[in-house]
């Protein structure tokens, strides 16, 4: 039941994102559901998501650190033999210390002691030692750490960024499999058009057979041509669905979601776009100024080892010391003060990270010259490529209206026996020829735009 429920959801949220009231999927519809389920969009949420803890991470560093120890041990001691004349030894010496006017009881009260100690040292077997604290540490001045602050924070832009690069890359996969899937479409809609239109002079020819008025070649020439488009239009149909399963797991959707094409709107869906290019618009490009930003940041991380870093600590302890294993007494022992590191001499550590540092973003910057070049000749380039298909398809619509005009004709005057089996099927293959450049001048104009658009950043405006 939840199954059936979660599938009935994700088909209706589908239908709300992808269908208009005419039940086809646009491509406004299909990208947008495309951006909310695309598994490199969500990846891509995910690496902008980890920045934004990268630096919340960063930021704990400087602030304040607890921790708390606590420790309890035993020490095994040798076994401390005394000599048996030990006592009396010390009892002689005792004596010759001892005032001359102490009493007897005085005297044995300190003899039992001292006998005591020997009895307790000879019965000592280990030391237990007991202890607990609380360390308080404070950053106070670290230039590693203010720079480290700020190289996040470029970092954060940084995959936001790269995520709008991600959302352009889909887009124009989506859009072009889109185009594909609908160029196909036609291709076969004139397919089974011209299919329709041969079987029915197929039954004309076999009627004239029949009745001595058409040899039997040229109605096997036309079931041959009918059984050639049946396989073509089966090639077809396999391509279609090939492309509209990639668009699928390109777009996130299940694999049984019905995704449907209006082709028809492909043919009139342009517009002579004039198009202006800003460099500042192109992720990639704002992608490596990011990374030049980074990069200066690195620079400043590797001059912030010659300074000191100064911290404040606060360490509270407790401990106990005794002979047996119960803990009876606690002593504390409270240390504040102030942690100073001064770099002084690293061998050369230092200023080699520093110049590899620079060299880096030297590099960076010779690629971002380069980049810059380049995307300006891909969008001259792209522009033109757009200009010249889109020019060339008013001609080829009037060359296909023009084929279909002379395929009517030529299909009356062979009705009314004016014109011949071949005249019909020459007719009929320059309307297929005709038909198939137009779709593909369709196709080659519509790739030529994604890629027009893409290359100036302005993509979603073709969804839009």
Partial sequence: ?????????????????????????????????????????????LQ???????????????????????????????????PATASQQIQGITDLL??????????????????????????????????????????IYSQSYWVGLKTTRKTQELYSILKTKNEEDVIAEVANGYYQAGSLMLQLQTVDKSIS??????????????????????????????????????TLQNGIDIQLNYLKALAGMPGDTLLTIDANTLIDDFANQEQSFSIEN???????????????????????????????????????????????????????????SVPIFSSGVNNAKL?????????????????????AVNFNNAYLEYQTAFNMLSAQKENLALAQKVYDQTSLLYQEGMASMADL???????????????QQILKCKMAEIKMLKSSGTLKSLIK
């Fill in 1 to 45: 039941m939840r199954r059936n429920t979660l599938i009935f959801i994700s088909v209706f949220s589908l239908g709300l994102f992808c269908h208009e009231a005419s039940g086809q999927t646009t491509l406004t519809g299909l990208v947008s559901y495309t951006l909310q389920h695309s598994r490199d969009i969500k990846k891509a949420e």
């Fill in 48 to 82: 902008r998501r980890e920045a934004d803890y990268i630096r919340q991470e960063a930021i704990g560093h400087g602030l304040p650190q607890v921790e708390a120890s606590a420790s309890y041990s035993k020490m095994m001691l040798p076994e401390v033999e005394i």
């Fill in 98 to 139: 001892i005032n001359e006017s102490a009493t007897t009881e005085q005297r044995q009260a300190i003899n039992n002691s001292i006998s005591g100690l020997f009895n307790q040292l000879g019965n000592l077997d280990a030391l237990y030692t007991a202890s607990a604290g609380v360390q308080v540490t404070q950053l």
């Fill in 197 to 234: 239109n041969l079987k029915d002079m197929f039954k004309i020819a076999e009627l004239s057979y029949k009745n001595d008025f058409l040899k039997e070649s040229s109605v096997n020439r036309l079931q041959v041509t009918i059984t050639n488009l049946e396989v073509i239009r089966e």
């Fill in 282 to 340: 192109v992720p990639s490009y704002q992608l490596m100024l990011k990374q030049d930003e980074i990069y200066s940041q690195q620079v400043k991380l590797s001059k912030a080892k010659y300074y000191p870093v100064l911290a404040a600590f606060g360490k509270f302890n407790y401990s106990s010391y005794n002979l047996s294993s119960e803990i009876d007494k606690m002593s504390n022992m409270n240390t504040i003060g102030l942690s100073l």
């Fill in 355 to 375: 110049k590899q540092s620079q060299l880096r973003q030297a590099q960076l910057r010779e690629d971002i010259l380069k980049t810059s070049d380049l995307l």
């Fill in 425 to 439: 099927l020459n007719v009929n293959s320059d309307f297929l020829q005709a038909d198939n450049s137009l779709n």
